[in-house]
């Protein structure tokens, strides 16, 4: 693998922005919490009112700091947990590396015949022009386009085949029995905001070659 990539995450403003805007926000909220509890405790349309009034019950300036602590550790764990779940793309003359949480994902530049974005996901098309990944990425499109064409990759600025989708339906007879089963199967974890299980069987509907993408809680294939 040579040196020459491009590494492609978030932007320098995006990296500045997570970790100080969150803990930042965490630190005020928390800081201010102690007092939105009373305000927010005499409103008994309010929910949580049990754990307003417990916070409400307190007096001195401690509360407010303890608060403030935990609105900073809230803070860096939402970075945290947005670094966790954006996708990372390493671009390289002969192939793409595609990092998503603890997931890797490596595809041959002979293997890729198409790349572009589709709404806010990055789609790579294979050889038979099926998917070969797609997944939302934070990135403006000139951003990602640019580094892909860098490396010498076909680059297409509108998606294509966007007319060929079909929306699925239970024991859709396009499909195979087992492409069938992987689509109930991420209905379902759609449906209970599983991502890392609805990415999970999508991959397995691309070893099939069988393109995937939802619109809400909808899925459509090709």
């Not at 930042?24 to 929910?47: C, D, N, Q, R």
């Not at 939302?136 to 010498?152: C, D, I, M, P, S």
């Not at 991420?186 to 619109?215: P, Y």
Request: charge should be neutral.
């Amino acid at each position: 693998m040579d040196n020459n990539y491009t590494l492609l995450n978030f932007s320098k403003t995006d990296k500045v922005i997570l970790w100080f805007g969150f803990p930042l926000v965490g630190l005020v909220l928390g800081w201010f919490l102690p007092s939105i509890a009373k305000w927010a405790s005499t409103l008994p349309w309010v929910p949580f009112q049990g754990p307003l009034n417990l916070i409400a019950s307190y007096n001195g300036a401690w509360v407010s700091f303890i608060t403030m602590v935990l609105g900073l550790v809230v803070g860096i764990m939402v970075t945290l947990f947005s670094f966790h779940e954006s996708l990372e793309m390493t671009i390289y003359d002969e192939e793409v590396m595609l990092k998503l949480r603890d997931d890797e994902t490596i595809l041959k530049k002979e293997d890729i015949s198409l790349v572009f974005i589709d709404g806010k996901q990055i789609v790579l098309l294979g050889n038979d022009e099926k998917e070969l990944f797609r997944y939302k990425q934070e990135l403006n499109r000139n951003t990602v386009g640019t580094a892909f064409l860098k490396h010498n990759y076909l680059w297409s600025e509108k998606a294509p085949f966007k007319e060929d989708y079909k929306k699925w339906v239970v024991d859709c007879p396009d499909l195979s029995p087992a492409a069938n089963a992987l689509f109930k199967a991420r209905k379902v974890a759609i449906e209970d905001g599983n991502d890392e299980e609805v990415f999970q069987l999508a991959k397995e509907l691309w070893k099939l070659r069988v393109s995937v993408k939802e619109k809400g809680k909808s899925q459509y294939y090709r």
